[in-house]
């Protein structure tokens, strides 16, 4: 499979290209359910904008190399080959979260943190449906081996220690692509009645999303695992779910309250 291009003797990695594109998606989406509500220019967005970014794909980055640190035992120089692959959702969610609550204090304190999270939350998906796209150029991603008609040819190369004779396997991608565009779809069609700001976008994002990684990453084969059949992605979701938890019973115990 082609992972690379030359032009003009600059060399181009698709994983990149991709992931660029997928960045592109979300940021435009958030700032135009932004710009609807608040009065913010385009150019202090994307500033801010991109100092999230590079926090997120710093953090990122440091979760899949903590969580896979098997990977870069005997290699530790491929810890910076950042085109290879090995870019972790969650820490990139974690860190940028914590960034937009910080930059929220500096910049932009006339919005709420709450919308900046929720129309966050509505370009997310959008973006990471096409994000993962980048893991089928790398070949990672995959799930277990399968002979259903949809499963993907996975190149030798690529192929996990005791799996070398095995060539199709879950395009574990296109399952999380497909969700992910679905559940956008659901978010979009809410704004008519969810109001932006609210907070709930952002927490019906983290609840379906630690949710549905944690019921994917079941058919992962490549994940070192510690409680059983979990691998440490799940049990750090499992636990994430727990905390949603508590919050979703606290907030509907507020929401009766003030109801009445």
Same mark, same amino acid.
């Given at each position: 499979?082609?992972?690379?291009?030359?032009?003009?003797?600059? +060399?181009?990695?698709?994983?990149?290209?991709?992931?660029?594109?997928?960045? %592109? +998606?979300?940021?435009?989406?958030?700032?135009?359910?932004?710009?609807?509500?608040?009065?913010?220019?385009?150019?202090?967005?994307?500033?801010?904008?991109?100092?999230?970014?590079?926090?997120?794909?710093?953090?990122?980055?440091?979760?899949?190399?903590?969580?896979?640190?098997?990977?870069?035992?005997?290699?530790?120089?491929?810890?910076?080959?950042?085109?290879?692959?090995?870019?972790?959702?969650?820490?990139?969610?974690?860190?940028?979260?914590?960034?937009?609550?910080?930059?929220?204090?500096?910049?932009?304190?006339?919005?709420?943190?709450?919308?900046?999270?929720?129309?966050?939350?509505?370009?997310?998906?959008?973006?990471?449906?096409?994000?993962?796209?980048?893991?089928?150029?790398?070949?990672?991603?995959?799930?277990?081996?399968?002979?259903?008609?949809?499963?993907? &040819?996975?190149?030798? +190369?690529?192929?996990?220690?005791?799996?070398?004779?095995?060539?199709?396997?879950?395009?574990?991608?296109?399952?999380?692509?497909?969700?992910?565009?679905?559940?956008?779809?659901?978010?979009?069609?809410?704004?008519? $009645?969810?109001?932006?700001? %609210?907070?709930? &976008?952002?927490?019906?994002?983290?609840?379906?999303?630690?949710?549905?990684?944690?019921?994917?990453? &079941?058919?992962?084969?490549?994940?070192?695992?510690?409680?059983?059949?979990?691998?440490?992605?799940?049990?750090?979701?499992?636990?994430?779910?727990?905390?949603?938890? &508590?919050?979703?019973?606290?907030?509907?115990?507020?929401?009766?309250?003030? $109801?009445?």
């Amino acid at each position: 499979m082609i992972s690379e291009f030359t032009v003009a003797g600059v +060399t181009f990695h698709l994983y990149g290209l991709i992931l660029g594109i997928a960045i %592109s +998606t979300g940021l435009q989406i958030t700032y135009s359910r932004l710009k609807d509500k608040f009065s913010i220019s385009e150019s202090s967005f994307y500033t801010a904008a991109g100092g999230v970014l590079v926090v997120s794909i710093l953090g990122a980055r440091l979760w899949h190399v903590v969580t896979d640190y098997y990977l870069y035992i005997d290699n530790w120089r491929a810890i910076f080959s950042i085109w290879n692959g090995g870019l972790s959702i969650l820490g990139g969610l974690l860190f940028g979260g914590i960034t937009i609550f910080f930059l929220q204090k500096k910049k932009f304190s006339q919005i709420p943190v709450r919308a900046l999270l929720d129309s966050a939350a509505i370009g997310f998906p959008f973006g990471q449906a096409i994000g993962r796209w980048g893991n089928y150029i790398n070949q990672e991603l995959y799930g277990r081996p399968t002979s259903l008609p949809w499963g993907i &040819f996975i190149e030798a +190369t690529h192929r996990l220690p005791n799996f070398e004779n095995i060539e199709r396997y879950h395009p574990l991608f296109l399952y999380e692509a497909l969700g992910m565009v679905a559940f956008g779809i659901f978010l979009w069609k809410k704004q008519k $009645s969810w109001k932006l700001g %609210s907070g709930a &976008f952002i927490f019906s994002l983290v609840g379906f999303y630690a949710g549905f990684r944690f019921l994917l990453d &079941f058919l992962r084969i490549d994940k070192p695992q510690v409680l059983g059949m979990l691998g440490i992605n799940q049990l750090i979701l499992l636990i994430l779910l727990g905390v949603w938890m &508590f919050f979703n019973y606290k907030w509907n115990v507020y929401e009766a309250k003030n $109801s009445d």
